[in-house]
């Protein structure tokens, strides 16, 4: 079966830029999504098929993705984006979440 | 605006049988799938299966597959996660979530429920 695997923990200083790696086999190959879930809250899209954010996403948030990795990256890092972040794809009628990254901002 | 709107918390006995509902507004129920995802306590997101509306296409995670059924009413805009014997690893909490996309490859989930907690105990 397809796996997607996250880091459990990322740091990152206020105002500093955070990387959130998801890897998995030719993830390139297919789209990747992220979610962002702070605690006690549904998930919320923050990226969609690798790069678009959604409406209502600051610009602070990007995505790419190529090879084996799609990246989710938050420039400017603020306290309010500490939270879990999710990465997702789709492998022939499965729909996969990596692990799940938390990131702390201090 | 889209919104999902799920039935409230459940607390169940091993054994029983459970219903929960997520009823869509804002939207043409009919165009889209609606996916269930589980999250067990202090762990991550978990696809459980995701159902098209229109015809009842349904695809079950390998891991849910027999475990649990989904279902949809079009005539009150409503889908549906059942159990037919619920276990007590069956507490979490369950999000309903639309799938947009063209075409699957491009799917993502784009709107999601409030979550509904199950809780089974004896």
């Known amino acids: 079966s397809f796996e997607l695997t996250q880091p459990s923990s990322v740091s990152v200083s206020p105002g500093q830029t955070a990387s959130i790696d998801c890897s998995g086999d030719?993830?390139?190959?297919?789209?990747a999504s992220w979610y962002q879930q702070k605690p006690g809250q549904s998930p919320v899209l923050v990226i969609y098929?690798?790069?678009k954010r959604p409406s209502g996403i600051p610009e602070r948030f990007s995505g790419s993705n190529s090879a084996n990795t799609a990246t989710l990256t938050i420039r400017g890092t603020q306290a309010m984006d500490e939270a879990d972040y999710y990465c997702?794809?789709?492998?022939?009628?499965?729909?996969?979440f990596g692990g799940g990254t938390k990131l702390t901002v201090l | 605006e889209v919104q999902l709107v799920q039935s409230g918390a459940e607390v169940k006995k091993p054994g029983e049988s459970l219903t929960v509902s997520c009823r869509a507004s804002?939207?043409?129920?009919?165009?889209?799938?609606i996916g269930w995802v589980r999250q067990m306590p202090g762990k991550g997101l978990e696809w459980m299966g995701v159902?098209?509306?229109?015809?009842?296409?349904?695809r079950y995670s390998p891991s849910f597959q027999g475990q649990v059924t989904l279902s949809v009413d079009k005539s009150i805009n409503t889908a549906h996660l059942q159990w037919n014997s619920l276990k007590a690893s069956d507490t979490a909490m369950y999000y309903c979530a639309r799938l947009h996309g063209g075409n699957p490859i491009e799917y993502y989930f784009d709107f999601w429920g409030q979550g509904t907690l199950v809780t089974v105990s004896s």
């Open positions: 804002g939207y043409t129920f009919t165009e889209f799938w």
């Open positions: 159902i098209y509306v229109d015809d009842s296409d349904t």
């Open positions: 997702q794809t789709w492998d022939t009628n499965i729909w996969v």
């Open positions: 030719n993830l390139g190959n297919r789209y």
């Open positions: 098929q690798d790069t």
